[in-house]
C-alpha cells in the first residue's frame, strides 16, 4: 500500500499544470495582412482554435492595462449606425470584459461590427489598434 502511495504522489507532484492567468479585460486580436484581396467580403466569424489559423492571419492577446484601459475608453463610444453597411472585416478582436465577452469586427478602412450590429465608424479606435497590432508593417 505504502508504494502505491508513493508512487501516486510522484505521478502527482512530477505532472506540471500550466494555467496561464490574464487579467478579466484583455483583448484577443486575429487579423489578416493589410491590403490582401479577396474576392468576397469576409465575415465577423471568429476562429475557435487561433493556434490553427493560417499564415495569412496574424494573433495577438492584449492584457497590458495601459492599452486596455484606453481600449475600452473609445468602445464604448460606439453609436448604433442605422445604415447597417456589412463591412469588410479584417480585424477580428475579442473584448473580455470580466464576464462579460463582445466581438468586435474592423475593416481595414472602415467599417464596424460589434456583437453582429453595425456601429459608426471611430477612425481613432481603427488607429489605436492598427498602430497596436504594427497592421501598416510588412
Not at 505532472?15 to 468576397?40: A, T, W
Not at 464604448?76 to 470580466?98: C, E, M, P, S
Request: charged share 30%; aromatic share 12%.
Amino acid at each position: 500500500m505504502k508504494k502505491i502511495i508513493l508512487f501516486l504522489s510522484i505521478i502527482f507532484f512530477s505532472c506540471k499544470n500550466e494555467i496561464v492567468s490574464y487579467p478579466p479585460e484583455n483583448l484577443e486580436i486575429l487579423f489578416h495582412d493589410q491590403g490582401r484581396n479577396y474576392p468576397m467580403r469576409l465575415g465577423c466569424g471568429w476562429v475557435k482554435n487561433p493556434d490553427s489559423i493560417n499564415k495569412d492571419y496574424k494573433y495577438l492577446r492584449v492584457y497590458d492595462k495601459a492599452s486596455v484601459d484606453k481600449f475600452l475608453k473609445l468602445y464604448r463610444k460606439y453609436k448604433i449606425d442605422t445604415t447597417n453597411f456589412g463591412a469588410d472585416v479584417r480585424i477580428h478582436i475579442l473584448v473580455h470584459q470580466g464576464i462579460m465577452t463582445d466581438t468586435l469586427c474592423l475593416g481595414e478602412h472602415f467599417g464596424v461590427i460589434k456583437n453582429g450590429q453595425s456601429m459608426k465608424d471611430s477612425k481613432e479606435l481603427l488607429n489605436f489598434i492598427k498602430l497596436r497590432v504594427e497592421y501598416d508593417k510588412k
